[in-house]
């Protein structure tokens, strides 16, 4: 009984860490070090807002052209790293962010002009 209450304790123990390791070793936090939460959610804003800056542009270009709705036609939605830089961290958390903010950038700026009648889809 005493033996199998061990084996039983160290499998949930090797089970959680089996689980939480991923999470630690995601680039999330790890590319940041020591650095606090509010640092990440800086560079997560600054992602972002340089994405929606891009988007809202493009998308604006796109209505007035007539061209479709297409978000992926640009290269730099693509790319993902327009004024990425090395202190920031992980890129590719930093292009996850820029393309949601891209997203954001590109519909407001496309349905601006829709919406004005500019160009009808």
Not at 39 to 63: C, L, P, S
Not at 103 to 118: I, K, L, N, V
């Amino acid at each position: 009984m005493r033996r199998t209450s061990h084996v039983l304790r160290a499998g949930l123990l090797a089970a959680a860490v089996a689980i939480t390791a991923p999470a630690c070793a995601s680039g999330y936090y790890a590319s940041y070090g020591y650095r606090g939460q509010r640092d990440v959610r800086q560079y997560e804003r600054v992602a972002y807002d340089n994405g929606y800056r891009e988007g809202i542009e493009h998308g604006g270009h796109d209505a007035r052209d007539r061209r479709d709705y297409r978000v992926d036609r640009d290269r730099d939605y693509r790319r993902g790293d327009e004024g990425y830089r090395r202190e920031y961290g992980d890129r590719d958390f930093y292009r996850e962010a820029f393309r949601r903010g891209y997203e954001a950038g590109y519909r407001a700026g496309f349905q601006q002009y829709a919406r004005r009648g500019d160009w009808r889809r």
